[in-house]
């Protein structure tokens, strides 16, 4: 069974090719960082046109990769949202597109059900689960006792963890995305700053990362005022430390509680060295089994969309070709 799957929900172009739900052919992946960094973001409409002007060629060099024709697909696997709305429409109308053009199944696939899915590309799924999403927009505890059964039982109640990231690194005038220099910076400093761990209520899988990123924008503010110097490397590691700290905690209580066999770590923050080495040690000495993909399966790419798509198609999810981008999407 070969899945050909698109994704475009924010600033990469992607299109992948798998066999069987796990063995990819080819993964392609344009970005567009280049053309946002200086504007410190993704600008939606730059991203757009981005897309307009990548997705065929994209999708050439993803068939030419995998070496098949369009009669060997066996379902074509889009991302239907969440993300920019005009980004999303761009790979959905290709998606539609191909379906039409080649009489082949169109299946829609939430971004973040991707993001959870890039593991199984690593290693098979053993219910019940845990999955860690930590990216951009998003950051949850999401628990799944069968394939594309999803229960969020914890998310973040203002910024996500990518966002703080790259809102602190914007404070340190680090490029965009902030979250890598952040990470490799914390390497080479101390956390030595006394920042808030924002645990919330007691046995809340909660997160709250609005307030760690003001006290670090306080310090700084307070230190140029007084004419004092602050070490980035410091405040990165120490930033660092309070993020790792809650997330591994949290993801470890619910992991716990819920008493299940396996976490999955996904979405662009996976990507993290600090955060992997911490999950690596907290469940090493359990009998949960951890999977960390590699990271270009952690940052945006269709191959997710693909391993997530090929579920949904054997579990007969279709979309007609009314399909349209939701921004606001929700995991269900
Ligand atoms: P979402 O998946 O929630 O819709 P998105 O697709 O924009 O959002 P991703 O591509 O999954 O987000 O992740 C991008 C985020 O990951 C950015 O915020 C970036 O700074 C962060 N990131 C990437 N590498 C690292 C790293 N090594 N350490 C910390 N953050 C990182
Ligand atoms: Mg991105
Ligand atoms: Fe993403």
Redesign the pocket.
Known sequence: QIILAIES??DETAVAIIKNGREILANVVASQIESHKRFGGVVPEIASRHHVEQITIVLEEAMNQAAITYDDIAAIAVTEG??LVGALLIGVNAAKALAFAHNIPLVPVH??AG?IYANRLVKEMTFPLLALVV????TELVYMKGHGSYEVIGETRDD?A??A??KVARQLNLPY????H??RLAHEGNPTIDLPRAWLEKDSFDFSFSGLKSAVINILHNASQRGEEIRPEDLAASFQASVIEVVVTKTKYAAEKYNVKQVLLA???A???GLRAALEKEFEKTDIDLVIPPLYLC??NAAMIAAAGSIEFEKGKRAGLDLNGIPGLELQ
């Open positions: 929900s924010c969440p993300g971004h973040i993001h990216s951009g927009g998003h996500a990518g966002e990231y790259d995305p902030g979250g890598p952040i990470d979405g662009g923050v990507a993290n060295k940052t945006d």
